[in-house]
Protein backbone atom coordinates (compact mmCIF):
# COMPACT_ATOMS: atom_id res chain seq x y z
CA UNK A 1 0.00 0.00 0.00
CA UNK A 2 1.96 3.13 -0.76
CA UNK A 3 1.99 5.62 1.69
CA UNK A 4 0.73 8.16 -0.24
CA UNK A 5 -1.87 6.51 -2.32
CA UNK A 6 -6.26 6.92 -1.40
CA UNK A 7 -4.94 10.31 0.69
CA UNK A 8 -8.42 11.74 0.95
CA UNK A 9 -9.50 8.36 2.56
CA UNK A 10 -7.34 9.12 5.80
CA UNK A 11 -10.04 10.60 7.89
CA UNK A 12 -12.39 7.83 7.28
CA UNK A 13 -9.57 5.56 7.90
CA UNK A 14 -9.00 7.30 11.27
CA UNK A 15 -12.69 7.30 11.87
CA UNK A 16 -12.41 3.73 11.27
CA UNK A 17 -9.33 3.36 13.75
CA UNK A 18 -11.12 5.01 16.59
CA UNK A 19 -13.97 2.83 15.99
CA UNK A 20 -12.34 -0.47 16.16
CA UNK A 21 -10.07 0.73 19.33
CA UNK A 22 -12.79 1.88 21.05
CA UNK A 23 -14.38 -1.28 20.39
CA UNK A 24 -11.45 -3.79 21.96
CA UNK A 25 -11.23 -1.09 25.08
CA UNK A 26 -14.52 -2.04 25.54
CA UNK A 27 -14.16 -5.94 25.43
CA UNK A 28 -10.72 -5.11 27.89
CA UNK A 29 -12.63 -3.26 30.38
CA UNK A 30 -15.10 -6.15 30.67
CA UNK A 31 -18.30 -3.86 29.37
CA UNK A 32 -18.77 -6.13 26.08
CA UNK A 33 -18.31 -9.87 26.82
CA UNK A 34 -16.16 -12.78 25.38
CA UNK A 35 -18.13 -16.01 25.65
CA UNK A 36 -16.15 -19.33 26.63
CA UNK A 37 -17.36 -23.10 26.05
CA UNK A 38 -17.29 -26.17 27.08
CA UNK A 39 -15.58 -27.71 23.97
CA UNK A 40 -12.10 -25.99 22.14
CA UNK A 41 -12.70 -23.15 19.76
CA UNK A 42 -9.81 -23.16 17.23
CA UNK A 43 -10.41 -19.54 15.41
CA UNK A 44 -8.70 -19.03 11.66
CA UNK A 45 -8.78 -15.09 11.05
CA UNK A 46 -6.70 -12.73 10.02
CA UNK A 47 -6.73 -8.47 10.28
CA UNK A 48 -6.75 -8.05 6.79
CA UNK A 49 -10.04 -7.75 3.84
CA UNK A 50 -9.45 -10.37 1.16
CA UNK A 51 -8.09 -13.69 0.77
CA UNK A 52 -5.42 -14.72 2.78
CA UNK A 53 -5.69 -18.62 2.70
CA UNK A 54 -8.54 -19.12 5.65
CA UNK A 55 -10.77 -21.76 4.16
CA UNK A 56 -7.47 -24.20 2.44
CA UNK A 57 -6.21 -23.73 6.23
CA UNK A 58 -9.71 -24.43 7.92
CA UNK A 59 -9.93 -27.20 5.18
CA UNK A 60 -6.38 -28.64 6.69
CA UNK A 61 -7.65 -28.45 10.41
CA UNK A 62 -10.47 -29.91 9.71
CA UNK A 63 -9.17 -32.80 7.69
CA UNK A 64 -6.49 -33.76 10.15
CA UNK A 65 -8.66 -32.89 13.31
CA UNK A 66 -11.88 -34.90 12.17
CA UNK A 67 -9.64 -38.45 12.61
CA UNK A 68 -10.35 -38.28 16.53
CA UNK A 69 -12.89 -35.49 17.03
CA UNK A 70 -16.40 -34.84 16.15
CA UNK A 71 -15.63 -31.16 14.26
CA UNK A 72 -17.77 -28.68 13.64
CA UNK A 73 -17.34 -25.54 11.43
CA UNK A 74 -18.83 -21.98 12.41
CA UNK A 75 -18.91 -19.47 9.79
CA UNK A 76 -20.57 -15.88 9.31
CA UNK A 77 -21.37 -17.28 5.69
CA UNK A 78 -20.63 -14.16 4.02
CA UNK A 79 -22.28 -12.66 1.12
CA UNK A 80 -25.29 -15.06 1.80
CA UNK A 81 -28.78 -13.20 1.37
CA UNK A 82 -30.08 -15.34 4.93
CA UNK A 83 -29.66 -13.93 7.92
CA UNK A 84 -29.46 -15.97 11.13
CA UNK A 85 -27.98 -19.82 12.19
CA UNK A 86 -28.54 -21.72 9.08
CA UNK A 87 -27.29 -25.99 8.45
CA UNK A 88 -25.13 -25.73 5.54
CA UNK A 89 -25.97 -28.84 3.29
CA UNK A 90 -24.06 -29.98 0.46
CA UNK A 91 -26.79 -29.29 -2.20
CA UNK A 92 -27.75 -25.48 -0.62
CA UNK A 93 -27.19 -22.50 -3.11
CA UNK A 94 -24.43 -20.47 -2.44
CA UNK A 95 -26.51 -17.55 -2.42
CA UNK A 96 -28.63 -19.13 0.97
CA UNK A 97 -25.49 -20.18 2.89
CA UNK A 98 -22.12 -18.28 1.61
CA UNK A 99 -19.35 -19.56 -1.30
CA UNK A 100 -16.80 -21.00 1.10
CA UNK A 101 -18.72 -22.99 3.80
CA UNK A 102 -20.12 -24.95 1.01
CA UNK A 103 -17.13 -25.46 -0.69
CA UNK A 104 -15.58 -26.91 2.78
CA UNK A 105 -19.05 -28.76 3.03
CA UNK A 106 -18.73 -29.92 -0.42
CA UNK A 107 -15.31 -31.72 0.99
CA UNK A 108 -16.21 -32.72 3.96
CA UNK A 109 -19.49 -33.84 3.73
CA UNK A 110 -19.83 -35.87 7.54
CA UNK A 111 -18.50 -32.29 8.68
CA UNK A 112 -21.15 -30.31 10.42
CA UNK A 113 -21.06 -27.04 9.11
CA UNK A 114 -23.19 -23.78 10.32
CA UNK A 115 -23.12 -20.41 9.31
CA UNK A 116 -24.04 -17.60 11.81
CA UNK A 117 -23.39 -13.91 11.57
CA UNK A 118 -23.48 -13.76 15.49
CA UNK A 119 -20.95 -15.82 15.75
CA UNK A 120 -21.33 -17.01 19.63
CA UNK A 121 -25.13 -17.52 19.30
CA UNK A 122 -23.93 -20.06 16.54
CA UNK A 123 -21.76 -21.91 18.61
CA UNK A 124 -24.70 -22.16 20.95
CA UNK A 125 -27.17 -23.68 18.50
CA UNK A 126 -24.14 -25.82 17.34
CA UNK A 127 -23.26 -27.53 20.50
CA UNK A 128 -27.08 -27.84 21.38
CA UNK A 129 -28.38 -29.37 18.18
CA UNK A 130 -25.25 -31.35 17.73
CA UNK A 131 -23.73 -32.45 21.49
CA UNK A 132 -21.59 -34.97 19.76
CA UNK A 133 -19.46 -32.46 18.76
CA UNK A 134 -16.50 -31.52 20.82
CA UNK A 135 -14.27 -29.32 18.97
CA UNK A 136 -15.69 -26.40 16.19
CA UNK A 137 -13.36 -24.73 14.06
CA UNK A 138 -14.76 -21.38 13.59
CA UNK A 139 -13.51 -19.23 10.40
CA UNK A 140 -12.97 -15.75 10.23
CA UNK A 141 -13.63 -14.65 13.49
CA UNK A 142 -10.11 -12.70 15.34
CA UNK A 143 -11.49 -9.78 15.20
CA UNK A 144 -15.35 -10.82 16.58
CA UNK A 145 -14.26 -11.20 20.36
CA UNK A 146 -17.60 -12.40 20.97
CA UNK A 147 -16.08 -15.52 21.62
CA UNK A 148 -12.63 -16.40 23.00
CA UNK A 149 -10.88 -19.26 21.52
CA UNK A 150 -8.60 -22.13 22.66
CA UNK A 151 -6.40 -21.46 19.62
CA UNK A 152 -6.02 -17.88 17.55
CA UNK A 153 -4.62 -18.80 14.14
CA UNK A 154 -3.77 -15.93 12.00
CA UNK A 155 -3.13 -15.74 8.81
CA UNK A 156 -1.05 -13.18 6.36
CA UNK A 157 -0.39 -12.99 3.33
CA UNK A 158 3.18 -12.18 2.28
CA UNK A 159 2.46 -10.32 -0.70
CA UNK A 160 0.81 -7.77 1.35
CA UNK A 161 2.89 -5.78 4.26
CA UNK A 162 1.01 -5.42 7.50
CA UNK A 163 3.44 -3.15 8.26
CA UNK A 164 2.87 -0.92 5.59
CA UNK A 165 -0.49 -1.03 5.46
CA UNK A 166 -3.30 1.47 6.68
CA UNK A 167 -6.73 0.98 8.52
CA UNK A 168 -9.59 0.58 6.09
CA UNK A 169 -11.06 2.33 3.55
CA UNK A 170 -7.03 3.78 3.12
CA UNK A 171 -6.02 0.33 2.86
CA UNK A 172 -6.71 -3.30 4.04
CA UNK A 173 -6.28 -3.34 7.30
CA UNK A 174 -9.59 -4.15 9.41
CA UNK A 175 -8.07 -4.55 12.90
CA UNK A 176 -5.35 -3.07 14.84
CA UNK A 177 -1.95 -4.53 14.38
CA UNK A 178 -1.40 -4.46 17.75
CA UNK A 179 -4.19 -7.05 18.47
CA UNK A 180 -1.64 -9.57 16.59
CA UNK A 181 -0.58 -10.38 20.30
CA UNK A 182 -3.53 -12.46 20.68
CA UNK A 183 -2.60 -14.79 17.99
CA UNK A 184 -1.28 -18.12 18.87
CA UNK A 185 -0.16 -19.27 15.07
CA UNK A 186 0.22 -17.17 12.33
CA UNK A 187 0.51 -18.86 8.82
CA UNK A 188 2.31 -16.71 6.00
CA UNK A 189 0.41 -17.45 2.47
CA UNK A 190 1.81 -16.77 -0.78
CA UNK A 191 5.37 -16.82 -0.21
CA UNK A 192 7.83 -17.21 -3.21
CA UNK A 193 9.08 -20.41 -3.59
CA UNK A 194 12.75 -19.34 -2.78
CA UNK A 195 12.22 -16.91 0.01
CA UNK A 196 15.12 -15.08 1.61
CA UNK A 197 16.06 -15.71 4.76
CA UNK A 198 16.12 -11.92 6.05
CA UNK A 199 12.37 -11.79 4.65
CA UNK A 200 11.30 -14.35 7.13
CA UNK A 201 13.33 -13.00 9.80
CA UNK A 202 11.74 -9.47 9.25
CA UNK A 203 7.89 -10.80 9.32
CA UNK A 204 9.07 -13.08 12.84
CA UNK A 205 10.13 -9.50 14.33
CA UNK A 206 7.06 -7.42 12.76
CA UNK A 207 4.27 -10.45 13.63
CA UNK A 208 5.78 -12.39 16.49
CA UNK A 209 5.80 -10.48 19.71
CA UNK A 210 4.90 -13.03 22.55
CA UNK A 211 7.20 -15.93 23.59
CA UNK A 212 4.27 -18.39 22.78
CA UNK A 213 3.68 -17.24 19.20
CA UNK A 214 4.83 -19.24 16.14
CA UNK A 215 5.33 -18.96 12.95
CA UNK A 216 4.99 -20.68 9.73
CA UNK A 217 5.70 -20.01 6.27
CA UNK A 218 3.42 -21.26 3.42
CA UNK A 219 2.85 -20.96 -0.35
CA UNK A 220 0.06 -22.82 -2.33
CA UNK A 221 0.81 -25.99 -4.16
CA UNK A 222 -1.62 -26.04 -6.98
CA UNK A 223 -2.52 -29.25 -8.87
CA UNK A 224 -3.70 -30.11 -12.72
CA UNK A 225 -7.40 -28.32 -13.31
CA UNK A 226 -10.31 -30.12 -13.26
CA UNK A 227 -13.77 -30.01 -14.91
CA UNK A 228 -16.44 -27.77 -13.24
CA UNK A 229 -18.66 -29.83 -15.00
CA UNK A 230 -17.80 -33.95 -15.04
CA UNK A 231 -18.41 -35.57 -17.96
CA UNK A 232 -19.44 -32.67 -20.23
CA UNK A 233 -16.17 -30.76 -20.54
CA UNK A 234 -13.42 -31.76 -22.88
CA UNK A 235 -9.83 -32.32 -21.69
CA UNK A 236 -8.09 -30.28 -19.70
CA UNK A 237 -5.70 -27.38 -21.15
CA UNK A 238 -2.04 -28.24 -21.61
CA UNK A 239 0.94 -26.33 -20.54
CA UNK A 240 1.25 -23.03 -22.55
CA UNK A 241 -2.26 -23.61 -24.23
CA UNK A 242 -4.42 -20.10 -24.25
CA UNK A 243 -6.62 -19.97 -21.25
CA UNK A 244 -9.37 -17.08 -19.92
CA UNK A 245 -8.13 -16.31 -16.26
CA UNK A 246 -12.29 -16.32 -14.08
CA UNK A 247 -11.75 -15.08 -10.87
CA UNK A 248 -13.99 -13.40 -8.20
CA UNK A 249 -11.62 -13.63 -5.04
CA UNK A 250 -10.13 -11.18 -2.44
CA UNK A 251 -6.38 -11.38 -3.68
CA UNK A 252 -6.79 -13.14 -7.27
CA UNK A 253 -2.97 -11.71 -7.91
CA UNK A 254 -1.23 -15.06 -6.91
CA UNK A 255 -3.75 -16.89 -9.06
CA UNK A 256 -3.23 -14.69 -12.15
CA UNK A 257 0.72 -15.22 -11.91
CA UNK A 258 0.55 -19.04 -11.81
CA UNK A 259 -2.00 -18.84 -14.37
CA UNK A 260 0.64 -16.92 -16.94
CA UNK A 261 3.48 -19.08 -15.68
CA UNK A 262 1.86 -22.56 -16.94
CA UNK A 263 -0.56 -20.84 -20.09
CA UNK A 264 -1.39 -18.49 -22.62
CA UNK A 265 -3.63 -16.20 -20.98
CA UNK A 266 -5.84 -14.84 -23.65
CA UNK A 267 -7.82 -12.72 -21.19
CA UNK A 268 -9.00 -12.12 -17.91
CA UNK A 269 -11.63 -11.20 -16.14
CA UNK A 270 -11.45 -10.37 -12.57
CA UNK A 271 -14.84 -9.91 -10.12
CA UNK A 272 -14.69 -8.49 -6.67
CA UNK A 273 -14.55 -10.91 -4.07
CA UNK A 274 -17.90 -13.11 -2.83
CA UNK A 275 -18.97 -12.21 -6.64
CA UNK A 276 -22.67 -12.97 -7.84
CA UNK A 277 -22.66 -14.60 -10.95
CA UNK A 278 -25.78 -13.51 -13.27
CA UNK A 279 -26.52 -13.93 -16.79
CA UNK A 280 -24.51 -11.13 -17.83
CA UNK A 281 -21.61 -12.86 -16.62
CA UNK A 282 -22.35 -15.80 -18.88
CA UNK A 283 -22.60 -13.68 -21.64
CA UNK A 284 -19.47 -12.16 -20.98
CA UNK A 285 -17.73 -15.74 -21.30
CA UNK A 286 -19.51 -16.73 -24.26
CA UNK A 287 -18.82 -13.92 -26.07
CA UNK A 288 -14.79 -14.55 -25.20
CA UNK A 289 -14.85 -17.45 -26.07
CA UNK A 290 -16.46 -17.19 -29.13
CA UNK A 291 -13.18 -14.37 -29.71
CA UNK A 292 -10.69 -17.63 -28.30
CA UNK A 293 -11.98 -20.40 -29.63
CA UNK A 294 -9.51 -23.00 -28.55
CA UNK A 295 -9.27 -21.36 -25.06
CA UNK A 296 -10.52 -22.68 -21.83
CA UNK A 297 -11.99 -20.87 -18.74
CA UNK A 298 -10.13 -21.84 -15.73
CA UNK A 299 -11.24 -20.26 -11.78
CA UNK A 300 -10.44 -20.62 -8.35
CA UNK A 301 -11.82 -23.65 -6.34
CA UNK A 302 -13.98 -20.94 -4.74
CA UNK A 303 -15.64 -19.55 -8.03
CA UNK A 304 -16.13 -23.41 -8.90
CA UNK A 305 -18.68 -23.33 -6.34
CA UNK A 306 -20.64 -20.99 -7.45
CA UNK A 307 -20.77 -22.02 -11.04
CA UNK A 308 -20.89 -25.57 -10.66
CA UNK A 309 -24.50 -25.80 -9.28
CA UNK A 310 -26.15 -23.38 -11.65
CA UNK A 311 -28.60 -24.49 -14.56
CA UNK A 312 -28.01 -21.54 -16.54
CA UNK A 313 -24.76 -21.73 -17.38
CA UNK A 314 -24.77 -21.80 -21.14
CA UNK A 315 -23.82 -25.57 -22.18
CA UNK A 316 -20.49 -24.07 -24.32
CA UNK A 317 -18.88 -22.52 -21.17
CA UNK A 318 -19.87 -25.96 -19.41
CA UNK A 319 -17.83 -27.14 -21.83
CA UNK A 320 -14.79 -25.64 -21.59
CA UNK A 321 -14.82 -24.59 -17.44
CA UNK A 322 -12.12 -25.65 -15.20
CA UNK A 323 -10.62 -24.79 -11.62
CA UNK A 324 -7.29 -25.21 -9.88
CA UNK A 325 -7.20 -26.79 -6.78
CA UNK A 326 -5.16 -25.89 -4.27
CA UNK A 327 -4.00 -26.36 -1.16
CA UNK A 328 -1.37 -24.96 1.67
CA UNK A 329 2.28 -26.39 1.44
CA UNK A 330 4.88 -25.86 4.38
CA UNK A 331 8.13 -23.87 3.37
CA UNK A 332 10.32 -25.03 6.57
CA UNK A 333 8.23 -26.93 8.99
CA UNK A 334 6.08 -29.32 8.26
CA UNK A 335 1.87 -28.95 8.53
CA UNK A 336 2.46 -32.39 11.11
CA UNK A 337 4.06 -29.99 13.35
CA UNK A 338 1.58 -27.53 13.38
CA UNK A 339 -1.77 -29.45 13.28
CA UNK A 340 -0.03 -31.93 16.24
CA UNK A 341 0.94 -28.73 18.91
CA UNK A 342 -2.87 -27.68 17.52
CA UNK A 343 -4.11 -31.32 18.92
CA UNK A 344 -2.03 -31.21 22.31
CA UNK A 345 -3.37 -27.23 22.61
CA UNK A 346 -7.42 -28.55 22.25
CA UNK A 347 -6.23 -31.72 24.61
CA UNK A 348 -4.55 -30.28 27.43
CA UNK A 349 -6.25 -27.50 29.45
CA UNK A 350 -3.83 -24.05 29.26
Not at 96 to 105: F, S
Not at 214 to 220: A, D, L, Q, S, V
Not at 266 to 272: K, P
Request: with cysteine.
Amino acid sequence: VESMGKWWLAPAAYLYKLGVTFRHRLFDWGVLRSETFPVPVICIGNITVGGTGKTPMAEMVIGYMARKHNVALISRGYGRRTRGYREVSAGAHYRDVGDEPLQIKQKFPDTVVAVCEKRAEGIRRLLHDHPEIDLVVMDDGFQHRYVEPKVNIVMVDATRSVQNDRMLPRGTLRDLPEMLHRAHYFVVTKCPEKMAPIDRRILRKVLVSVAYQRIYFTRYESFMPRAVFEGEAAPAPAHRQPVIALSGIGNPRPFLAELRERYDVVAEMTLDDHHVYRVRDMRQLEALLTRHPGAAIVTTEKDAVKLGGRDRVPRAVRERLYYIPINISFIEDSATDLLQKLEQDVTTGN
